[in-house]
């Protein structure tokens, strides 16, 4: 995730939604004073390539911590801190209530049968379970994103991106926050995913009942359907 003051704006940043490439995207116009989350090491060393920043400033201050907080820190050694995919709930309590209100918030979703299947390719490693098996004992959190960029079932972000309108959607943002440029993306993350076929194609009928229940909430927000690939 990612607050920047110049431009008023809070990227809050979901799974499998090309996120750490935006975020690295973002970072190019942060300057010293900005909340930059630590993501994996070896997409850190995209951003010096590219002389952008790295993390920084992601230690909550003080005056936000709660009694559980203090005993995170006393008794485990846990500073309060934002994280790569900190949610909605968590930033807005940790930060001043005109950021909060004032600065423009966005993210991104993606097709939900589609995100399950990246997301088998990300989290499982060779010899993978079918993906059947491993939709069928993934936990919610792993398989939706709605709980990241809604508060109490809300949605709480200015700006819901789609995946499948990605380059679009970021020119969208470019505008709306006044960058000096368009936002270009490094690949990051991808090549965990090897089959690229149609969901359609992969999922069988207990995986989309599956996915069709637990992402029941942005499938209708986002009017996302079953659909058969086109024919070309």
């Known amino acids: 995730m990612i607050i920047n003051h110049k431009y008023k704006f809070i990227f809050i940043k ?3 939604t ?3 490439s935006i975020e690295i995207a973002l970072s190019k116009f942060c300057d010293e004073h900005d909340v930059i ?8 060393l995209l951003k ?3 002389g952008f920043r790295g993390p920084q400033n992601y230690d909550i201050p003080w005056r936000r911590y709660r009694a559980r907080d203090w005993f995170n820190l006393v008794f485990k050694g ?4 934002f994280k790569n995919h900190s949610e909605a709930a968590f930033i807005r309590r940790c930060i001043d209530e005109d950021v909060w209100n004032g600065y423009y918030k966005f993210c991104f979703e993606r097709n939900p049968f589609d995100k399950a299947i990246s997301r088998y390719y990300w989290s499982s490693e060779p010899p993978r379970p079918e993906i059947s098996e491993y939709l069928a004992s993934a936990s919610h959190r792993r398989l939706s994103n709605w709980g990241t960029y809604t508060i109490d079932d809300q949605i709480a972000v200015d700006f819901v991106g789609r995946y499948e309108s990605l380059a679009d959607d970021l020119a ?3 505008k709306k926050l006044g960058l000096p440029e368009e936002l270009s993306l490094p690949r990051a ?3 965990y995913r090897k089959n690229r076929e149609h969901y359609t194609q992969v999922l069988d009928a207990a995986s989309r009942a599956r996915i069709e229940e637990v992402c029941a909430k942005e499938i209708q927000a986002f009017d996302y359907v079953w659909t058969e690939p086109t024919q070309s």
């Not at 989350?37 to 850190?44: G, N, S, V």
């Open 78 to 81: 846990k500073r309060l801190r």
């Open 18 to 20: 090309a996120g750490t």
């Open 172 to 174: 969208t943002i470019s």
């Open 48 to 50: 010096p390539e590219q």
């Open 37 to 44: 989350t630590p993501i994996a090491k070896e997409d850190e």
């Open 14 to 16: 979901t799974r499998k």
């Open 189 to 191: 993350k991808g090549s």
